[in-house]
């Protein structure tokens, strides 16, 4: 029983359907900071991760469904090692993996009746910030290139206005985390306390020798937190004694 | 396959499917040329020029942690290929393999290795035991065993710091991919019977780090007295061997001026008493 559906109503309806997925999970936020780029997603799982390492310098961040975007995560882990091996360390680039993933996003979502129920960040952090790149890819493989912050899923649009309340540009680690918890508190509305067990938090840290990746995890994690949370009770801009006091922000 | 891969743009299905988290089975299935496996090299004419040989590696443990050193030259036949090569290879945080043997397979190996460490590493969201990875290394070398054959002899040595353990451990090997825990210490590589038995005599179970390193480029000092393919720290040139440390804050090339001092110590030493130190009789 043959029926006409227009392309541009089945376009819409995958694309809806791919929102609608997306938005029923809970956020990710990346932000620079003064020393590299920073990785928070609201995350109850301490093994399933959200956030990972694909390479030297790289680094990605995903929302939406967990099988989906695993795999996208391993196809990219296997096309940095194999390119990486083939050629050299350096010739691995966040460009090149946001393109591999922007292709195969858009060939799944054109070809396939089920569009991936995914949004994921890639981003390599450069010698200076200036050269740091945070790509953003959609369901549908358009690529964004993202500067000084970013939210991706659930309430995007609340989170991101949370963000910009309180982003300010080479703020130091301790700021930029709590700048990303007042970020993702405001999800759905609602105002909720985020705790050091449902943050899943890692850091591509410009001045790390070999890889810069590193998760924040544990006592350090509760530490940095603490920290951020005194640093607004002060609210003053008075800077904290916590080390990030020499920003000139 | 990977030509149609970097025509379409878009990861082929290999790269999805869950398959292995080892980066060379991977590799195996979907770019098989990619890996240095040389099986139907010609098994006729010798091999001896075809790639340089590469000398003394020593390894000791210390409480905390392990070090690794070694010569920086060269040989192909009796010819210096190269004054100042590195054959320590930092694998991950918490290990480096050292290579004796064909330099041109050794590199190539020690650089699988370290791909494929990582490889596990971000896709399990944690590293391999230290075990796993010796073990994994002892595959490895069996693979390349028909090359072994043919002349193409490469031993690796791995220290590594086993963090469920707390300390340091060293494993080395055959070419066939045996696989033996040493304790202490141990010294690969045409000087190594020289360095050996200045490790004997120097060695203590309580050596600080720097005096590990001390010890490690006396043994050295050793080989290249007696073995003209392993050099001796070249203070003309400022080329001084390669020391790597391993503890529980991960891995650590000591700088060259570090080990610079370290070697000039040495050799101040040696020109009082060109035999080095001594042991005492009991």
Do not use: C
Not at chain 1, 38 to 65: C, P, Q, W
């Amino acid at each position: 029983m043959p029926f006409y559906v227009s392309p541009e109503q089945i376009m819409k309806d995958k694309a809806d359907y791919a929102r609608k997925g997306i938005a029923r999970g809970r956020s990710a936020v990346v932000l620079q900071y003064d020393g590299g780029i920073l990785f928070v997603a609201d995350n109850m799982s301490r093994t399933l991760h959200k956030i990972s390492e694909l390479y030297d310098r790289v680094a990605f961040a995903a929302v939406g469904r967990y099988n989906e975007f695993e795999n996208l995560r391993l196809a990219g882990v296997r096309f940095a090692d194999m390119h990486g091996y083939t050629y050299d360390r350096s010739d691995v680039t966040g460009q090149m993996l946001a393109n591999a993933y922007a292709q195969t996003l858009g060939a799944v979502f054109t070809e396939s009746n089920k569009p991936w129920e995914v949004e994921i960040v890639v981003g390599e952090v450069g010698d200076t910030p200036d050269t740091d790149q945070i790509y953003r890819i959609t369901f549908d493989g358009s690529v964004v290139d993202e500067h000084d912050f970013l939210a991706m899923g659930g309430s995007a649009e609340r989170v991101t206005a949370a963000l910009r309340e309180r982003y300010v540009k080479n703020a130091s680690l301790t700021e930029a985390l709590q700048v990303a918890v007042h970020g993702l508190a405001h999800e759905n509305g609602e105002r909720r306390e985020l705790q050091a067990t449902s943050l899943e938090v890692a850091v591509l840290e410009r001045s790390r020798p070999h890889r810069k990746f590193r998760r924040i995890q544990g006592d350090r994690l509760v530490r940095m937190l603490e920290q951020a949370n005194a640093a607004v009770e002060e609210t003053a801009p008075q800077t904290p004694d916590d080390g990030g006091a020499t920003d000139g922000v | 396959m990977s030509e149609a891969f970097m025509g379409s743009g878009r990861l082929p299905s290999a790269f999805m499917s869950p398959g292995t988290s080892s980066f060379v089975d991977f590799l195996n299935q979907v770019s098989p040329d990619r890996l240095p496996n040389l099986a139907d090299l010609p098994s006729n004419g010798s091999p001896a020029h075809l790639t340089p040989e590469a000398t003394t590696i020593v390894a000791m443990v210390f409480p905390g942690g392990v070090v690794l050193a070694g010569d920086r030259r060269a040989t192909s036949g009796n010819v210096i290929a190269n004054r100042d090569m590195d054959k320590l290879f930092r694998t991950d945080e918490f290990s480096a393999v050292a290579i004796a043997g064909a330099a041109g397979i050794g590199i190539e190996l020690a650089r699988l290795f370290q791909v494929e460490l990582e490889h596990y590493e971000k896709r399990e969201g944690r590293p391999l035991s230290l075990e796993g990875k010796a073990n994994r290394l002892a595959t490895m070398i069996r693979s390349n065993l028909g090359l072994a054959m043919q002349g193409f002899v490469v031993v690796p040595l791995l220290v590594g710091y086993d963090t469920a353990r707390g300390e340091g451990r060293i494993f080395s090997y055959d070419p066939v991919g045996g696989r033996y825990e040493e304790h202490r210490y141990h010294s690969i590589g045409s000087g190594s019977t020289y360095a050996r038995g200045a490790l004997k005599k120097l060695y203590r179970d309580d050596l600080t780090e720097t005096d590990a390193a001390l010890v490690a480029l006396q043994a050295l000092y050793d080989a290249a007295d007696d073995d003209s393919a392993t050099g001796g720290p070249d203070l003309h040139r400022k080329i001084y061997p390669l020391v790597d440390v391993i503890t529980e804050d991960g891995h650590r090339r000591m700088s060259s001026e570090e080990v610079e001092s370290l070697a000039e110590t040495v050799v101040a030493g040696r020109s009082e008493r060109p035999d080095g130190p001594t042991a005492p009789v009991r």
